[in-house]
């Protein structure tokens, strides 16, 4: 198929609709074939290929650029980049650069400077705007791939900082009890508070995001030129500044965008918004893909204007950075946390801690070994297990632990056919479910859970108790009464359908 687009090309039959082809064939799946043949046919010599950089045809010239880029030969790198210095059409330029991507460059790294100098320094009108938006950021994108960028250093602690902590909605409470004395307030999705102290914070488990509220404009107007506006006038950069090491480096940002508008609309405004912070931010800000420092996420209000919260990158988080490895369906580090800190407030009934000192725990479908570690980090354990039928869980488990400076024996076995003589003090562990229609499926989840409560006492000590995260409320309520207590049920959110039970082994008297 390729040589025959090739063919018709050389002939000059329809060349921009073959190019077209031919680019749509090479990102295919067999691009590495296509691509074989493709240079077969050209024997070395691309003249026929560099003559469609110059058509007078512009949509031509860009995807020519774009195969090119494809080839990645490294005798096209300097005829691809005075193709680009004498392109005068905006979004011809983009694709230029693009195919840059694919070759070594490195040696294009002055000239590319200069070229982002130059561009940055052009006027920005609304014709030329979204396609001088996409050079700028394909120049740096370029630029960064090949130099060290140094980073902004966080240097805050000591300034007065407005936090917004997210957390569980339906028990905050967990969340305000760990904060202490300071001035805070309960928010739909966590607490807003005051400090001098934000990376302090971090020794908490107990929320999910933290960010930063810039003083004097919470909130942004729904027109995305004004909403940046806004933020420039608010003074964004100076904060930022206030907060960190001077470097020299505009801070490299990206908005997050939380709208029920429709996806091409999300895009357009994010777009628009960061092309106007960039124009008014007088270089000290700058819209990056990825290496962000930045997040400023925008969340739609009743009255379609946006809250505006920061998310700084600088103040590393390293409480879950030991979740490296996850597996399909693995939860979050942070609600197992906050399952550990919301269990670990409660009682067994009988006048004790739910959590037992220096515990036995067992996590019979243990996934990446999340619930386990967030167990030990909450309190002293002797010994864990983690059961799991896929090895690649038990293998992401065993890393993970590694990386968190835990201990645990994690074991590929199905949970039905282990075997252990001593008995553990609790079994914590996120049920499995389904999110399928499929009456098969659910059936078997269910089946799962009648087993499951029916074994699960088997390994537990006299008064051993169960921590249990489902969603699957129903079959807990079925299958669990009779082996368990129910000490206390937790609704985490009735959007997901996730509850946390609080269940002890029903003494066998009783």
Partial sequence: ??????????????????????????????????????????????????????????????????????????KLLTPLWEAYEAEQTRFVRSAHLTALKSYDYAELLPRLKDALKRVGSEEVCEENRKHLQEERMLLRGLISAKEDVKPHCYTGDGLVCGLVLTTNRNHKHVLLSGLGAC????????????????????????????????????????????????????????????????????????????????????SAFVRRMAAVLEEQGRGELVNVTD???????????????????????????????YRRKTIAAGMRPFLAAFCMALAGDETDGGGHSFFRENAQVLDPFCGAGTMLIERAKYAPVKQMFGLDILEEAVLAARENTRLAD?????????????????????????????????????????????????????????????????????????????????????????KEGSYLFLMRKRCQQT
Avoid at 222 to 248: C, F, I, M, T, W
Avoid at 411 to 428: C, Y
Wanted: include cysteine.
């Fill in 406 to 494: 835990e201990r645990a024996n994690y074991v590929h076995r199905d949970f039905f056919t282990f075997q252990r003589e001593e008995a553990f003090d609790e079994i914590v562990t996120d049920m499995p479910f389904t999110v399928s229609e499929n009456e098969e499926r659910k059936q078997e989840i269910a089946e799962l859970y009648r087993r499951f409560f029916l074994r699960a006492p088997e390994f537990l000590k006299e008064d051993g108790v169960l921590l249990l995260l489902t969603h699957d409320r129903g079959l807990v309520k079925k299958y669990g009464q009779v082996p368990f207590v129910c000490l206390k049920e937790f609704e985490l959110s009735m």
């Fill in 183 to 266: 001035r805070k307030k309960e928010l739909a999705a966590g607490v807003m508070m005051q400090t001098k102290e934000a990376s302090s914070l971090y020794g908490l488990r107990t929320f999910e995001e933290m960010f930063f509220v810039l003083p004097g404009c919470k909130t942004v107007p729904a027109d995305p030129g004004e909403a940046a506006k806004a933020l420039v006038q608010a003074g964004l950069a100076s904060y930022l500044k206030e907060r960190h090491k001077e470097n020299g480096a505009p801070f490299r940002f990206r908005i997050e965008l939380r709208s029920t508008m429709t996806l091409e609309k999300r």
């Fill in 291 to 321: 290496g962000y420092e930045v997040e400023l996420r925008l969340i739609e209000t009743k009255e379609k204007s946006f809250h505006v919260l920061l998310k700084l990158f600088t103040l590393r988080d390293y409480r879950f950075a």
């Fill in 1 to 74: 198929m390729i040589a025959e687009l090739y063919e018709k090309l050389r002939q000059g039959i329809n060349v921009r609709q073959n190019l077209i082809k031919a680019k749509e064939l090479l990102r295919g799946k067999d691009r590495a074939r296509e691509r074989d043949e493709l240079l077969s046919h050209c024997g070395g010599d691309f003249s026929v290929l560099l003559s469609c950089l110059s058509s007078e045809d512009a949509k031509a010239r860009k995807n020519a650029a774009l195969v090119i880029g494809e080839l990645s030969v490294p």
